[in-house]
């Protein structure tokens, strides 16, 4: 049920909120930065290969031009899925690198600011094909947590770039407003 709203930890309990989502061909998650996206994508994976399936991983960050490109890389997830490749950003070199393939028949976990909108949702569905299961989940957690989560985790190279990639988040969110839309609403667990 779109939009349908759960309040557990994306880093432990019972299922909904460990991450453990029903079977599906593709999940998007998406949330704010420092949120916990990764955290829960990463878990999810590590359960996927656990139980012996072999699932590949889209990081919305491999999609955004830079810093000022949210947008871009969110609109730019929907041609991934449909071409079935993408050109992964070097963030170091600042500037794309060699094509990168994503194939049906294995799980797919999508992950970043900006994964779902309608129009990805869609191209998730084509992705996924005929009778194929697509999952999304927004993953909540307050302003100064996630603050203090990203800089911890990304340090001096984020900090001058934190508020104007908010403004970015603000904007596209206002537009998007993904938690309407998704399955599930988690709230982003601790670091």
């Not at 690198?97 to 992950?111: M, W």
């Amino acid at each position: 049920m779109r939009g349908a709203e759960t309040r557990g930890s994306a880093s432990g309990g019972t299922q909904g909120q460990t991450g453990r989502v029903p079977g599906f061909e593709v999940l998007l998650i998406d949330g704010r930065s420092g949120a916990g996206k990764t955290q829960l994508a990463d878990r999810l994976l590590a359960e996927l290969r656990a139980a012996g399936q072999r699932p590949e991983v889209l990081r919305v960050e491999h999609l955004y031009p830079g810093w000022d490109g949210l947008a871009a890389g969110s609109s730019a997830l929907a041609a991934a899925l449909d071409t079935g490749e993408y050109r992964p950003y070097d963030w170091v070199a600042e500037r794309f690198g060699a094509a990168q393939r994503i194939g049906p028949g294995r799980p797919l976990v999508i992950e970043g600011c900006g994964a779902v909108t309608r129009e990805n949702l869609a191209a998730a569905a084509r992705f996924a094909g005929p009778g194929g299961r697509v999952r999304s989940r927004w993953v909540e957690c307050p302003a100064a947590a996630r603050r203090e989560r990203a800089l911890a985790r990304d340090g001096e190279m984020y900090a001058p770039h934190w508020e104007r990639w908010a403004a970015q988040e603000e904007a596209h969110y206002a537009r998007h407003r993904p938690w309407e839309i998704v399955d599930e609403v988690v709230a982003g667990g601790a670091a």
